[in-house]
């Protein structure tokens, strides 16, 4: 048997034992196998809206990062002899609202991405300060008779005024506009560190 071949099995019988390891942590933190259909749905329910949850908490932490890496390059490159420890440090005490502030200033980003920067900061609070992001919000509609009051509900993740839970909003809308600028800012920091 070829060394590729051998490479291949052997590869192939990782990917089965981590995906059935996978299945198996999936299974066991949000009982995904359940017997009764009902709650099995409710489950898978659960488990996507997490996925989904944790995606954009990453997505969110990725982009900060390299915003982050991108304003300590800038202001190595402009700043007379400042310590790189220094400038990482005060980078790193920054809150998300203030690193876009500065690379908007700076314009090392556009005004366009900068807001869609801010929309994404908007979303990761909504998920991270949520204990179920399915669970919908109740607004209260003011009318002049408040005994015809009304209360409105509405999704607690929303992009653009959609629910970002919907496949479709997620897939169609929310993703082509931070998968992009989740590929080409890494191009961007690596041509200000002299690596391309």
């Not at 409710?42 to 997505?59: A, M, P, Q, S, T």
């Not at 190595?76 to 998300?96: A, C, D, E, H, I």
């Amino acid at each position: 048997m070829s060394t590729k071949r051998r490479n291949a099995k052997k590869s192939s019988l990782r990917e089965r034992r981590l995906t059935k390891e996978t299945t198996d942590l999936v299974n066991y933190l949000y009982n995904t196998g359940e017997k009764d259909p009902e709650l099995r749905y409710h489950n898978l329910k659960e488990y996507r809206n997490e996925v989904l949850r944790g995606f954009v908490i990453y997505l969110h932490l990725a982009l900060e990062d390299l915003l982050k890496q991108l304003l300590v390059e800038f202001l190595k490159q402009t700043t007379r002899s400042p310590k790189v420890r220094n400038l990482r440090r005060f980078v790193t005490g920054l809150r998300s609202t203030d690193i876009l502030e500065w690379c908007l200033r700076l314009e090392l980003v556009s005004k366009t991405q900068y807001v869609d920067l801010k929309t994404l900061n908007s979303i990761r609070n909504s998920c991270a300060h949520n204990w179920s992001i399915a669970i919908p919000k109740y607004k209260k509609i003011a009318v002049r008779r408040p005994a015809l009051s009304k209360w409105k509900r509405t999704p607690t993740v929303l992009f653009r005024g959609k629910d970002l839970l919907n496949r479709r909003v997620f897939v169609d809308e929310f993703l082509p506009v931070y998968g992009p600028m989740h590929g080409k800012l890494p191009g961007i920091l690596w041509r200000a560190q002299g690596l391309i």
